[in-house]
Nanobody, 124 residues
Framework: VQLQASGGGLVQVGGSLRLSCAAS????????MGWFRQAPGKVREFVAV????????YYADSVKDRFTISRDNAKNTVYLQMNSLKPEDTAVYYC??????????????????WGQGTQVTVSS
């Protein structure tokens, strides 16, 4: 499984960005997909996750009501819509796939494949 994240960039406080993560493989619709982020000098942290069908999502408290995770299984792509961005959202954002197991996870250690990361910078 290969994951390719894109859509990062520089945005002002209060702005929006949409990240995309395109996945290879014929069984994308069976993967749980997550977004994580890592700011300089900090550990990688969970942002959002969506289950294989798109019917269930979960968010970190820090992004709830501002970010939306979604997926298009026909396009093998997962998205992260980020609104009302804050300086503390500045980080490298990674998408990840959990290819086994019935349930999704919010822990990085449970994900099997990772994208290369895309930089999001929010300027004040």
């Amino acid at each position: 499984v290969q994951l390719q994240a894109s859509g990062g960039g520089l945005v002002q406080v209060g702005g929006s960005l949409r990240l995309s993560c395109a996945a290879s493989g014929r069984t994308f619709s069976s993967y749980h997909m997550g977004w994580f982020r890592q700011a300089p000098g900090k550990v990688r942290e969970f942002v959002a996750v969506i289950n294989y069908s798109g019917g269930s999502t979960y968010y970190a408290d820090s992004v709830k009501d501002r970010f939306t995770i979604s997926r298009d299984n026909a396009k093998n792509t997962v998205y992260l819509q980020m609104n009302s961005l804050k300086p503390e959202d500045t980080a490298v954002y990674y998408c990840a796939a959990k290819v086994s197991g019935r349930y999704y996870s919010i822990y990085a250690r449970d994900f099997d494949y990772w994208g290369q990361g895309t930089q999001v910078t929010v300027s004040s």
